[in-house]
């Protein structure tokens, strides 16, 4: 089974920057996309960004678009969440998940206005 670790959350002032890392261990051989999640307390899940494993292609929200930067590192099987000018409505918990369906236990941001 993949094992994912999501790490590189925290406090940050609205304007600022994050870098989110998900590192993937175990069964990494099949993984096709990983993703950044995110759900606001009482709302639906919410896809902020993925990339293809194989290709590289990418895809964002459009809240996040311009602003977020989703990257991987094939050797380290990681993938990185660049977030910069980040907004108070930016704070949550973000995952990491892959398209088999293992999700990350998650990595707490809080933008601070």
């Known amino acids: 089974q993949v094992q994912l670790v999501e790490s590189g959350g925290g406090l940050v002032q609205a304007g600022g920057s994050l870098r989110l890392s998900c590192a993937a261990s175990?069964?990494?051989?099949?993984?096709?996309?990983m993703r950044w999640s995110r759900q606001p307390p009482g709302k639906e899940r919410e896809l902020v960004a993925g990339?293809?494993?194989?290709?590289?292609?990418?895809y964002y929200a459009d809240s996040v678009k311009g602003r977020f930067t989703i990257s991987r590192d094939n050797a380290q099987n990681t993938v990185y969440l660049q977030m910069s000018s980040l907004k108070a409505e930016d704070t949550d918990i973000y995952y990491c998940?892959?398209?088999?369906?293992?999700w990350g236990q998650g990595a707490q941001v809080t933008v601070s206005s």
């Open positions: 175990g069964r990494t051989v099949s993984m096709n996309d």
């Open positions: 990339i293809r494993w194989i290709g590289g292609t990418t």
């Open positions: 998940s892959v398209a088999s369906g293992t």
